[in-house]
């Protein structure tokens, strides 16, 4: 799900953020409303969430919470651009949540910060999306369940295509000449974000690299990912992109008001598109960079953490296995009722019935042939690093084997603290 549309920031840190607990230290808490009731009995639980901008979605969290009879569950919504800062902030207070939702990143497996879940995610392991289970599992224990997946891919204008006489892309470099030939004086060929950072581990997958080895090593710096960065500069030079929108990619607006034939976003602004186009949609994976690589979705989304230094642990645990493993009901339902997500759970995947058919379809097949997950030893520091190498390369037309270079020397760092 996106954010929420009015803020200034970049989903991508969001969907990716783990700032580091000792980070936050500095931060103040999140206000001194902090939704408990009693004295930390057990009877009461908080849960975090960002404010997402679909219509609904605080009332629809609100209602599941509602409905659990076993403790009185309050939910802080979070607005602002900052969710990560104080979620991360309230973490290290007397006031901080029992569950909050983010994304698996090892830093807090290894602070001892959320709870070991493979007691109620083990006996329904199997009906899980695998690669979910395993960008949750450090050495054989399971952290978080999984709320929903998010792919991510083009969405373009048939329409248009089909007046400029164009095939759907399936290499950069034919992206690059659609680009072109969709560019008019009131329109532009494609947008990618504000930032160009959005799409960048698409880049390394489409190139046919990684992130990581298998064994926690650099995986790169390879001269396809290279040749991607150059031709990527070649498209922010050529006049073609959309440049500094009035929002961002997680935001459709771009794409729905005409402003771009093509745009990089996520299968939850679907209805959105659908409402103010119609038909005149389709989608696309990122495509093949080089003669190695093949095109390439990336699964964002959102999982459910317990605080394993809160006072309730195991009441928290009893919530999440309720709301997030036991009611397929309310699952679907914030999967698909409020932009379209799939649930990571397969049998719900499989019966969804607003995903059996149209875009929303083609989105899930896409994932399923495309789709690539996040690995939780890939950090944030790392994140940040290769986003220079982005910056450097292709706004500041840096060479892009000296930047991947200098990247992999930083992320060598961060392994090795991390790993050894």
Same mark, same amino acid.
């Given at each position: 799900?996106?954010?929420?549309?009015?803020?200034?920031?970049?989903?991508?840190? !969001?969907?990716?953020?783990?700032?580091?607990? $000792?980070?936050?230290?500095?931060? /103040?808490?999140?206000?001194?409303?902090?939704?408990?009731?009693?004295?930390?009995?057990? +009877?009461?639980?908080?849960?975090?969430?960002? $404010?997402?901008?679909?219509?609904?979605? &605080?009332?629809?969290?609100?209602?599941?919470?509602?409905?659990?009879? =076993?403790?009185?569950?309050?939910?802080?919504?979070?607005?602002?651009? *900052?969710?990560?800062?104080?979620?991360?902030?309230?973490?290290?207070?007397?006031?901080?949540?029992?569950? @909050?939702?983010?994304?698996?990143?090892?830093?807090?497996?290894? %602070?001892?910060?959320?709870?070991?879940?493979?007691?109620?995610?083990?006996?329904?392991?199997?009906?899980?999306?695998? /690669? =979910?289970?395993?960008?949750?599992?450090?050495?054989?224990?399971?952290?978080?369940?999984?709320?929903?997946?998010?792919?991510?891919?083009?969405?373009?204008?048939?329409?248009?295509?089909?007046?400029?006489?164009?095939?759907?892309?399936?290499?950069?470099?034919?992206?690059?000449?659609?680009?072109?030939?969709?560019?008019?004086?009131?329109?532009?060929?494609?947008?990618?974000? *504000? *930032?160009?950072? $959005?799409?960048?581990? *698409?880049?390394?997958?489409?190139?046919?690299?990684?992130?990581?080895?298998?064994?926690?090593?650099?995986?790169?710096?390879? =001269?396809?990912?290279? &040749?991607?960065?150059?031709?990527?500069?070649?498209?922010?030079?050529?006049?073609?992109?959309?440049?500094?929108?009035?929002?961002?990619?997680?935001?459709?607006?771009?794409?729905?008001?005409?402003?771009? /034939?093509?745009?990089?976003?996520?299968?939850?602004?679907?209805?959105?598109?659908?409402?103010?186009?119609?038909?005149?949609?389709?989608?696309?994976?990122?495509?093949?960079?080089?003669?190695?690589?093949?095109?390439?979705?990336?699964?964002?989304?959102?999982?459910?953490?317990?605080?394993?230094?809160?006072?309730? !642990?195991?009441?928290?645990?009893?919530?999440?296995?309720?709301?997030?493993? =036991?009611?397929?009901?309310?699952?679907? +339902?914030?999967?698909?009722?409020?932009?379209?997500?799939?649930?990571?759970?397969?049998?719900?995947?499989?019966?969804? %019935?607003?995903?059996?058919?149209?875009?929303?379809?083609?989105?899930?097949?896409?994932?399923?042939?495309?789709?690539?997950?996040?690995?939780?030893?890939?950090?944030?520091?790392?994140?940040?690093?290769?986003?220079?190498?982005?910056?450097?390369?292709?706004?500041?037309?840096? +060479?892009?084997? /000296?930047?991947?270079?200098?990247? &992999?020397?930083?992320?060598?760092?961060?392994?090795?603290?991390? @790993?050894?």
């Amino acid at each position: 799900m996106s954010a929420s549309s009015n803020m200034n920031w970049d989903r991508r840190n !969001v969907l990716r953020a783990a700032m580091g607990l $000792a980070a936050a230290g500095g931060l /103040a808490a999140c206000g001194s409303n902090t939704g408990r009731s009693g004295d930390g009995s057990g +009877d009461a639980l908080v849960q975090y969430f960002h $404010a997402y901008g679909e219509a609904g979605v &605080e009332q629809a969290v609100k209602r599941y919470a509602k409905a659990y009879k =076993d403790a009185n569950v309050t939910t802080q919504w979070i607005t602002g651009s *900052n969710f990560e800062q104080k979620l991360f902030a309230a973490l290290l207070t007397k006031n901080a949540p029992d569950v @909050f939702e983010f994304h698996p990143q090892i830093q807090l497996i290894k %602070s001892g910060q959320v709870a070991d879940l493979t007691d109620i995610v083990e006996p329904v392991k199997d009906d899980f999306n695998q /690669a =979910d289970i395993k960008s949750h599992t450090v050495d054989g224990k399971i952290y978080g369940v999984r709320m929903i997946d998010d792919p991510q891919f083009f969405f373009y204008r048939p329409s248009m295509f089909e007046k400029a006489k164009i095939e759907v892309p399936t290499t950069l470099e034919e992206l690059l000449e659609a680009a072109e030939k969709l560019t008019t004086n009131k329109v532009k060929g494609a947008y990618l974000g *504000n *930032n160009l950072t $959005a799409f960048q581990h *698409n880049l390394i997958w489409s190139a046919g690299a990684d992130t990581l080895t298998a064994d926690n090593k650099p995986a790169f710096n390879t =001269d396809g990912v290279a &040749e991607g960065l150059k031709q990527l500069r070649s498209l922010f030079t050529s006049g073609n992109l959309l440049l500094d929108a009035p929002a961002d990619w997680w935001d459709p607006s771009a794409f729905t008001q005409g402003l771009t /034939a093509i745009q990089w976003c996520g299968m939850w602004a679907m209805p959105a598109m659908q409402k103010a186009l119609g038909d005149d949609i389709g989608i696309f994976p990122f495509p093949k960079v080089g003669s190695s690589g093949k095109e390439s979705v990336y699964n964002g989304g959102w999982s459910m953490f317990v605080n394993a230094k809160g006072k309730n !642990v195991e009441a928290a645990k009893e919530y999440v296995k309720w709301l997030w493993i =036991d009611q397929k009901k309310y699952q679907e +339902d914030f999967a698909t009722s409020y932009g379209f997500h799939i649930p990571p759970r397969t049998s719900l995947a499989e019966s969804a %019935s607003k995903l059996q058919s149209g875009l929303p379809a083609e989105g899930v097949k896409l994932f399923n042939e495309f789709g690539h997950f996040d690995n939780i030893g890939w950090t944030q520091a790392m994140i940040a690093s290769f986003n220079d190498v982005m910056a450097n390369s292709v706004r500041k037309n840096g +060479d892009p084997k /000296a930047q991947l270079a200098a990247c &992999e020397k930083k992320v060598d760092t961060e392994l090795k603290k991390l @790993f050894g």
